[in-house]
């Protein structure tokens, strides 16, 4: 049989498909599956937990002491530099003495009047004494009227009234010199307290009174940190939890169990105690307002600085943690993969508690023992099987180091 050369065109294409078909169909071969991924593991730990809280935490003297002058004058002198540490009873200011001197010597001048007068009556009842003696034995022999020796009887009298009145004088002038005497020493305004002296709040020449602050001096060695903490911190502050048992803080005092952190994120070296709690919660905030007290060598803390007071409020026995790292959020609901058996995944959702160094604290939707995938969190899903491997990053930090 012979072909038209008009076909010959349309068999080689013919051809030319099946020859392709059967060349594909004999290189095909089966695809395998991957290789479970490499995710590394750790085991969930458990150990008894200190649990820490953090409050805002502003500092004040812990006594501060306003100066202000107990008389009224002008001001002539400032003595002591402003921000420097003063002494108990150091001047720190003179109000013109003049006008107080003035009236001390005046105060004097009347004393010594009174004096003299108190020496002019005593000499005339001394001679009222002698004219009575004199007098009294002429009038019983009726050698003189008995109505001389009255009037001397009543002279002598009167003279013992002024001797009285003129001691009760002098009393009254010395009362007068020690008044002007106090005054005076007024006149130099002095600190109260061991402490730093902060600005002067007059200048030079300014007329000022008992009611004028000058400056205030604050003692700041130790220091006092106030910090609000919530009803339910008090309570277990103060050791009544039934369930997170911790030590009374409230009688620790000489433990000295806080820890300060100020404002540019530094511990300071020194801890503090707990002085006392407020008498009542703030119906307004529930809050009680608590008053601790740090050392503070060189004054380096002073009233109005913030930072943040750390305590350790309870301690949770046998807890279980995990890193940080192995924990996801999704839609504010935490999970963490769980490696069960035959390495298969199971993705859990957990509750969460405080956050204690590195770790994180789960408080339920885990069991002791389980080992939950750290490294490699997004490359699992629920139902996978992966090729476990001990976590080989760093260990976190001690749970004791806090939050």
């Not at 001197?101 to 002698?130: F, M, N, T, W």
């Not at 013992?160 to 002098?170: C, D, H, P, S």
């Not at 050392?295 to 940080?324: E, H, I, T, Y």
Request: aromatic share 4%; with cysteine; charged share 15%.
């Amino acid at each position: 049989m012979t072909c038209s050369p008009s076909k010959l065109p349309g068999v080689a294409l013919t051809i030319g498909l099946l020859c392709l078909y059967g060349c594909s169909g004999q290189s095909a071969t089966p695809q395998k599956a991957p290789p479970p991924p490499d995710v590394g593991v750790v085991d969930v730990i458990q150990k008894d937990v200190p649990i820490y809280s953090d409050w805002v935490a502003t500092m004040d003297g812990y006594v501060n002491a306003n100066i202000q002058p107990q008389v009224s004058g002008y001001l002539i002198r400032q003595v002591y530099n402003e921000g420097s540490f003063v002494h108990k009873d150091d001047v720190l200011f003179e109000i013109d003495p003049r006008p107080f001197q003035a009236v001390l010597d005046q105060a004097k001048g009347q004393e010594a009047q009174a004096r003299g007068q108190l020496a002019q009556a005593q000499a005339q009842l001394g001679l009222s004494e002698i004219n009575v003696k004199r007098d009294t034995p002429l009038a019983a022999a009726r050698a003189i009227a008995q109505s001389q020796l009255d009037n001397d009887i009543q002279g002598r009298a009167q003279a013992e009234a002024q001797v009285k009145t003129a001691a009760a004088g002098i009393e009254a002038s010395q009362a007068n010199v020690e008044a002007a005497e106090l005054n005076l020493g007024f006149t130099k305004v002095r600190s109260l307290i061991d402490g730093i002296a902060g600005i002067a709040t007059v200048q030079i020449g300014n007329l000022v009174g008992p009611t004028t602050v000058l400056t205030t001096v604050s003692q700041v060695n130790p220091i006092k940190v106030y910090f609000p903490i919530s009803e339910q911190e008090y309570l277990l502050m103060a050791g009544r939890s039934k369930s997170s048992p911790a030590p009374n803080l409230l009688k620790q005092t000489g433990q000295a169990p806080l820890q300060l952190t100020l404002s540019n994120g530094s511990v300071y070296p020194q801890n503090g105690h707990i002085v006392f709690a407020d008498r009542q919660v703030d119906s307004q905030t529930g809050t009680i307002r608590m008053v601790a007290a740090f050392p503070n060598p060189g004054n380096v803390l002073r009233p109005g600085q913030f930072g943040r007071v750390r305590a350790l409020v309870s301690s949770k026995k046998d807890a279980l943690m995990v890193p940080q790292r192995a924990v996801s959020e999704l839609q504010g609901r935490y999970q963490i993969a769980v490696v069960g058996p035959g390495n298969k995944i199971s993705v859990r959702f957990v509750q969460v508690g405080d956050r204690i160094g590195d770790l994180w604290l789960i408080n339920s939707g885990l069991q002791p023992g389980d080992k939950v995938v750290s490294e490699g969190v997004a490359k699992v899903r629920d139902g996978a099987v992966v090729n476990p491997k001990p976590d080989r990053a760093p260990p976190a930090s001690s749970p004791a180091s806090g939050q």
